[in-house]
């Protein structure tokens, strides 16, 4: 144990300490500070991508849709990899002729500053009541869970009280000292995290990313090469031969109709939710718009496209192989639960029954960074985001750059504190993780995505249309999925899956910005200024590796199909 806590110890001081040394000069300019200025290269913002993207609702909630469901529930890295070469194709080459810091400003632009502040608005409040609070709550499952947290602080209930209790009695009191054993690490991780992200900007972000990116990839594959050793006796060949010959259906990517990813939303929501995420999700593109140059930036995003490709590895079989040793609960000592385990435990506890001690304190670390990685990129981009597009345009038009950097670390700090209040109280949210996650995102990603598609590709659609798509997008999307469908689904009736339902009001949202754009378009068509911030040069095997990737993800699914 102590072997364990110094190097978790060591690891963690080690990368705050580099993060520090690259990042103590050069936070006092908004570029500087929000964009890291506007330095990063292809491999740093790889890493960075990867990082912010694999954190532990993705670790975690991902490996228990896998636990319950199989390798169906790749798409939701596979996917990515196409997502991610789109936007290097054709929204980073706008966004850096266009010299943006946030997402928002190409709005403003494009249409007026008021669209600008509502979609500023929209990105914190996805970020305050779903982002932050998710990731927090995710990584203190994850930490509470491998390292018996809750027995720790004294929150276990005593053998004499759980005789007298029911199991539904049982599991409803082992929920609230679950919850209650929450509240002190969500704080620690957030307090960590704030020191990371307001006070050093992307660029100590982007650095201590990639330091754990590298961590992360010797751990996470480590994951599943001791897991199919422990199934199998000690042989990786036999343990997976195991795998696919009790369970062959968890090996199906296609799925059927119960699915959480049916194999039919591939060509409907999914590819639109991947492109929000990946192509205008603020926490996410904030790395690209830092590149020193567009070809820097392409890299990054198709070197980071063909880590998503192994994503699987890491995010899909881990779940699978503590789905196996929840059959086998007797040869498993930590999966004694066996059916009675809950999806979201899966991982952690794949964790603690395959890694050797030596490795405990350094998976531990990298874990922490992850968690951290997510965490700050979403605290970083909020504090960007009302930095420049709230205080700076509304509340302080004359304040100057340092200025505006300290007031978004104010606002940061306080951001930090509410995801963490209200983090701990997810555990009474009903369904995986991971899939809530992604439900609950479209109410704001997909009136978000519309309106940046329609603006960069029509001229003559008004600043009335982007605010009309706004409000229909949340509104229509909120209505059908938690008004509509809990009525539907308890009358005994089916309804389209959410994926299914985001392509629709996605199609529907245009097709009423269309309509208005014709009948009272704006009075000048809009073109896209280069303001010459950075060389807008593309890669030169931007196309050739970008084909590699897309014939890479087809023949996944093939194989698997």
């Known amino acids: 144990m102590i072997l364990s806590i110094a190097s978790f110890l060591g690891f963690t001081l080690l990368v705050a300490l580099i993060a520090w040394l690259a990042t103590r000069k050069n936070v006092n300019s908004s570029d500087g500070y929000f964009l890291g200025g506007r330095s990063l290269t292809g491999p ?11 954190s532990t609702e993705q670790i975690v909630g991902l490996n228990g849709a896998a636990f319950e469901e199989g390798v169906v529930v790749m798409a939701w890295e596979t996917l990515a990899a196409i997502a991610m070469v789109l936007t290097a194709m054709f929204l980073l080459p706008r966004y850096l002729k266009g010299g943006i810091t946030t997402v928002p400003q190409f709005l403003e632009t494009r249409y007026d ?12 409040s996805g970020y305050v009541f779903i982002l932050l609070p998710i990731v927090l709550y995710s990584g203190a499952l994850a930490v509470n869970t491998m390292f018996d947290v809750p027995q720790a602080l004294g929150l276990v209930i005593p053998a004499d009280v759980a005789s007298t209790l029911n199991p539904a009695e049982l599991a409803s009191l082992q929920r609230e000292y679950d919850f209650m054993a929450l509240w002190p690490t969500v704080f ?10 307001v006070f050093g900007g992307l660029k100590a972000v982007a650095v201590s990313d990639s330091i754990n990116a590298i961590g992360l990839l010797i ?9 199919l050793l422990a199934i199998g006796d000690g ?7 195991n795998l696919t010959t009790e369970f062959p259906g968890k090996f199906n990517a296609i799925g059927g109709p119960e699915a959480s990813v049916p194999f039919a939303t591939i060509f409907t929501g999914l590819m639109l939710v991947q492109m929000f995420y990946w192509g205008t999700n603020q926490a996410i593109i904030q790395r690209a718009l830092g590149a020193k140059n567009l070809a820097e930036g392409q890299k990054g995003l198709l070197i980071a496209s063909f880590l998503k490709i192994l994503g699987p590895l890491m995010l899909v079989l881990p779940g699978i192989i503590a789905f196996y040793m929840s059959q086998h609960p007797e040869s ?22 395959v890694l050797p001690a030596s490795m405990v304190g350094f998976f531990a670390a990298v874990l922490f960074g992850a968690i951290l990685s997510s965490f700050n990129g979403a605290l970083n981009s909020s504090v960007t985001i009302f930095g420049l597009d709230i205080y700076k345009a509304h509340i302080n038009t004359e304040a100057s750059e340092a200025k505006v950097v300290k007031m978004g670390q104010a606002f940061g700090i306080f951001l930090a504190i509410g995801g963490a209040c209200i983090a701990p109280f997810l ?51 909120a209505i059908s999925q938690f008004i509509i469908k809990p009525m539907v689904i308890s009358d005994g009736g089916t309804y389209p899956h959410f994926l299914h339902v985001v392509a629709i009001l996605f199609v ?25 911030q950075v060389d807008i040069t593309p890669w030169k095997y931007l196309k050739p590796v970008s084909i590699i990737v897309t014939v890479i993800v087809i023949a996944t699914y093939a194989y698997f199909s």
């Open 44 to 54: 740093v913002i790889a890493g960075s991508l990867l990082l912010t993207n694999l």
């Open 113 to 124: 500053k008021m669209t600008k502040t509502w979609v500023s608005a929209l990105f914190l």
């Open 188 to 197: 620690t991780i957030g307090f960590i995290g704030v020191i990371y992200a």
């Open 219 to 227: 751990g996470g594959l480590a994951i599943p090469v001791f897991g």
């Open 235 to 241: 042989s990786i060949g036999t343990g997976i031969s």
């Open 332 to 353: 498993f000592e930590y999966f004694a639960g066996g059916n009675g385990i809950l999806k979201d435990q899966a991982y952690p506890l794949l964790v603690k029954q």
């Open 427 to 477: 555990i009474y949210a009903k369904g995986g993780l991971f899939n809530y996650l992604q439900e609950i995102n479209g109410c704001y990603s997909i009136p978000i995505f519309t309106i940046i598609i329609v603006g960069y590709t029509t001229k003559r659609v008004p600043a009335i249309a982007a605010k009309i798509g706004l409000v229909s997008g949340v509104v229509l999307y």
């Open 508 to 532: 529907l949202n245009a097709a009423i910005m269309l309509v208005i754009g014709k009948f009272k378009p704006r009075s000048e068509d809009f073109v896209q200024q280069y303001t010459e």
